[in-house]
Each structure stands twice: as structure tokens, then as C-alpha cells.
């Protein structure tokens, strides 16, 4: 039986959406075997705009390149919360960055709040690697991609004066998304 | 009048497909205000796979985000020129890596050959900057996206020490396909 794992995700440009697609799409592909499609939909005014990066993981080809409902949401603000929080399967996650996302959640999905911007603020220096924080925590929160596999496409993709600060960034995002597999 | 142009890079993986994709993307996007949707198919085996970039370049709002039929089609070997030759317009065109790819042409389609790793090989010293060469060729013979954003994403995108090799091969690009545009 074959399997696909759909994640979408959203926030503002700057906030690294297609960067961190790039690396998860590019681990599970080069570095697990997986079939992998990526779309990344720019808005104009894209410094400040909406950014949005789908990618679909499947063992076998994939015939509707489209997500639909996602298996693992992130929402790096709140707009991106509020338009695709509905789109989400019955056993899927969303994952949203705590300082941009208020508001109560009524719904039967899982949400895990996480404050993505200030544990990469502290680990890594710099608020611009909480996509990478969100990474390790989809890593280990779910059967998409492996965090080694992440750490090599890390490698491979982003220049080196980046490379060690995202590192440890996606690092303490695989700690963050072990504790809160335990709780 | 709305207008939209669709461009699709195929090739193999390691030709830089992906990564010219996303400089032709976020130049139409960050740089000239357009909407784009672009999407990456990974095939298992990446290293020496296939791989294919789409880009979709509009005014207005993509309603449909697959590539059908492309406006200009960058085939980089022969696999990539026998699939997908067929799918341009009429009034499109096919740019081909001609180390690589071979043969008469029939069709009605222009087809434009091109020694792009040798470019590349001679002004930057590496054939790995051929997409670059590839994506100055099309800011000429299109109106896809201009030169000077392509240069702006590239900085932008690209890490330093990568940079200048790929602007080296864009700029030799664009004199190429000025003297296209001549003849």
C-alpha cells in the first residue's frame, strides 16, 4: 500500500516558506527516494506578501500534484492560519508560530503552538531561522522526512554563512517536536 | 489583456533546473511584481534523474498552475527534448542544450541550439552555469522577465561564492540571445 504525505506551508515572504519547502522537498527526494512535487504560489509584493509552498512526499508517482487537505500544516502568521486551518485531514497537525497565531482553536484538529521565532532568536541568534525550528519539529512529529535527511539537504542547498545557524536551528526544533511526541 | 506565459526547464538532476527555476521565479515575482506559480517535480534518484522546473509568469491571478503547452521549453538533454517538444505553442520556442541533444527537427516549433555548457565552460569557467546562460537567452528572445531582475533574484538567491560565475554566465546569455533576436 502505497502512502503520501501532503504539508502545506504559509506565512509572509521573508519568513523563509520557500526556502524551507526547497530543503524538505529536496531531503525526502534526493536523500530518501521519495517522489516529491513542490509548487510555491508568489503573490506580487512578494517582501511582505503571502508566500505559500505545498510539497507532496509519496512512495509512488503522484498523479494530483495539488494539496487539498494537508497532513501537516505550518502557519507562520496569522492569515495563513485563518485560510487554510480548515484544509487540514481529521488526523493532520498544524503547526503555528505562537507570537503571530492568537486566538482559541475550536476544531478537532491537533494544534501545537510553538514559538518557532523565539527558540530560533536563541539558538541560532536570529528570529530568520524559525522555518528551519518548524522543520525539526515536522521531522518528529510525523513519518514525512527524516531530520538526518534534513540535515543533508540543509547542507547541500544553503550557502555556508547560513548553514550553521539553521542548523542548530532545526536541531532544536527535532528536541522541541521529541518533547512534545512524550507529552 | 491579461497576459500569461508558461516555461518549463527539463533536464537532469545537477543541471540546475531547480535552482534556475527559482532565480526566472523570484525575479518575475520579487522584482516585477507579477504573479507566479512555480512547480519542481523530483523523480527518485535525483542525482542523475530527471528534473523539471514550471514556471507560470501572469498579470493577473493563475487560476490553472500546470504548464500545458510552455511559450519557451529548455530541454538540457535528449530526454527532455523527446518528451516534451511537443508540448510548446506554435508561436513558442524550444531552446536546446546542443552538446546534448541531436537530430533534425521537423516541427513547426523555432528551435533554438545552443552550446550552453561550452558558454558557461568558456565565461565562467564551469559548465555547471549553463542554466544561467540558458535563463539570459530567454530574458532576450521573450518578455517573460527582464535581465536586470533575473541579475537582482540571482543575487539575491544565490550564495557569494556562486554568485559571480552565474552572473558571468546570465550576462553572456543575454549577449547570445540579442544576437538571435538579429539574425
Do not use: W
Amino acid at each position: 500500500m502505497s502512502y503520501r504525505h501532503d504539508v502545506r506551508l504559509a506565512g509572509e515572504g521573508g519568513q523563509g516558506v520557500v526556502t524551507g519547502g526547497l530543503v524538505l522537498a529536496e531531503a525526502a527526494a534526493v536523500y530518501e527516494g521519495k517522489n516529491v512535487v513542490m509548487t510555491q504560489t508568489y503573490a506580487p509584493q512578494q517582501r511582505g506578501g503571502s508566500a505559500r509552498a505545498e510539497i507532496i512526499v509519496s512512495d509512488a508517482e503522484i498523479d494530483y500534484p495539488k494539496v487539498l487537505e494537508a497532513d501537516v500544516l505550518l502557519a507562520l502568521n496569522q492569515e495563513a492560519f485563518d485560510r487554510y486551518h480548515h484544509q487540514v485531514k481529521r488526523n493532520g497537525v498544524i503547526i503555528v508560530e505562537s507570537a503571530h497565531v492568537g486566538g482559541e482553536y475550536s476544531g478537532h484538529i491537533k494544534v501545537l503552538k510553538v514559538p518557532l521565532e523565539e527558540v530560533s532568536c536563541h539558538v541560532a541568534g536570529t528570529s530568520q531561522s524559525a522555518n528551519f525550528v518548524a522543520l525539526g519539529v515536522v521531522s518528529e512529529i510525523s513519518d514525512i522526512v527524516s531530520a538526518s535527511a534534513l540535515r543533508a539537504a540543509l547542507r547541500a542547498r544553503l550557502p555556508q554563512q547560513v548553514r550553521q545557524m539553521n542548523l542548530k536551528a532545526l536541531n532544536a526544533g527535532v528536541l522541541l517536536g521529541r518533547n512534545m511526541k512524550r507529552t
